[in-house]
């Protein structure tokens, strides 16, 4: 099924129910009805955010937005639309006014007629230059906005943000596993930070992907999301997370779009002289500043094998060395680092290890396969920081 007519399906969907206490009644049917079915909000405007482009779900809108769309219609409000490519373009879509009159005459031909027009252009919507940057179609998007006089709209983003340059490049090494925190302060300290303040920002679909673009497992679509959501509430809008799951292949298009690279879940091989690496990439990922595991359970299944390897043998050893981003002063870097393989260590023993097979050390930053994470100007790279926080065990 095509976009265009999912998205007229929707709006058949909305015309079964009447929602005057949203604002929203039937697009297509003016006669009252007693069922609400679909629910949507005060009317504002809004700023919809496509990304039809390759290696991403095409773009849908479900009935609330549909619905949205059709309030902010009627009630003379902006909406306007971003098509997203490496770069962006502002597509705006003329409309007849509707505002005034009874209910009746707002539901008129002209509103469906101005909602179908909207839809139509979603539907049409194309990348005209290779890429994808997210980031820069909020930026446009928030400034035809205010340019239209709208400071407060809603900023509907409609995409996998996997952007593939731009100051928010998912291609860069390390930028899937980054801390979000981290990945919004590098935004800001190097002046590439949006301004959105004043702004709402619906996240829709982010981390959904089609082929050639590998899939992202729940927990990278979630840090991505998570990413989004710092990012956004960094630039000072308020960031609705919206997990709607996109199906379906990509658009057709001949711009190309770089494939980000997702972690790969490596099998360990367990014999001596070999060094596992547990990076942010891994499963044995850690919480900011600390020796808590993100996912602990996930920690626990990559680390069974290891313990089981040392158990078969008391005469084997695993020589655990944490690492950390340059980040604090060296004497912080080295302990925290230190007390992660401790951490690491612990969790060996409770799973069958001998604690005397198992010996650590924390080096910081000071280690030979070290990734500079900062740039000239001094700014943590959260990328590379990412790669540089790791649990490296040796077996002997």
């Known amino acids: ?26 697009i297509l049917d003016p006669r009252p009805t007693t069922t ?28 609330t937005l549909v619905c949205q769309i059709t309030a902010a219609i009627r009630a003379g409000e902006t909406v306007q639309i971003v098509a997203v ?3 962006p373009r502002l597509i705006t879509v003329r409309l007849e006014s509707v505002t005034g009159g009874t209910l009746a005459q707002q539901n008129s031909p002209r509103l469906q007629q101005d909602v179908q027009r909207v839809l139509t252009a979603i539907a049409a919507a194309r990348p005209d230059a290779p890429g994808i940057d997210d980031l820069e179609a909020l930026s ?3 400034d035809a906005a205010r340019t239209a006089g709208d400071p407060h709209a809603e900023l509907v983003l409609i995409d996998s943000g996997l952007d593939d340059r731009g100051a928010l490049d998912f291609t860069a090494p390390g930028m899937i596993a ?11 300290e190097s002046g590439n930070l949006p301004d959105l303040r004043g702004f709402a920002v619906e996240l829709i679909g982010i981390g959904y992907t089609t082929p050639p673009q590998a899939p992202l497992s729940d927990k990278w679509r979630a840090n991505v999301t998570q990413i989004w959501a710092a990012v956004v509430t960094s630039a000072g809008a308020a960031a609705e997370i919206i997990p709607q799951p996109g199906q379906g292949p990509s658009i057709i298009t001949s711009q190309p779009v770089r494939t980000v690279p997702v972690p790969p879940a490596r099998p360990v091989r367990l014999h001596v002289g070999t060094t596992i690496i547990f990076t942010q990439e891994s499963p044995v990922r850690f ?5 808590v595991f993100i996912d602990p359970a996930a920690a626990v299944r990559a680390l069974t094998p290891i313990a089981r390897w040392l158990a078969e043998d008391r005469s ?14 060296m004497s912080g870097q080295i302990a925290l680092s230190r007390l992660r393989a401790e951490h690491v260590r612990a969790e060996l023993i409770a799973l069958g290890a001998a604690g005397g097979q198992i010996s650590t050390s924390g080096v910081g930053s000071d280690f030979p396969q070290f990734t500079p994470d900062r740039n000239a100007s001094g700014i943590l790279l959260a990328g590379p920081a990412a790669l540089n926080r790791s649990v490296r065990i040796t077996l002997n």
């Open 85 to 87: 490519s490496g770069q």
């Open 1 to 26: 099924m095509t976009l265009l007519r999912r998205l007229a399906a929707a709006a058949m969907l909305l015309a079964a129910a009447a929602l005057p206490a949203a604002g929203c009644s039937s």
């Open 36 to 63: 609400a079915v679909v629910h949507c909000a005060d009317p504002h405007g809004l700023e919809l955010i496509i990304g039809a482009h390759r290696d991403a779900p095409e773009p849908t809108l479900d009935p």
């Open 140 to 142: 446009i998007a928030a």
């Open 178 to 188: 980054a801390t979000p925190a981290e990945v919004a302060l590098q935004l800001r």
């Open 287 to 291: 919480e900011p500043d600390s020796t």
């Open 316 to 329: 084997r050893h695993a020589w655990l060395e944490g690492t950390t981003a340059d980040v604090g002063p």
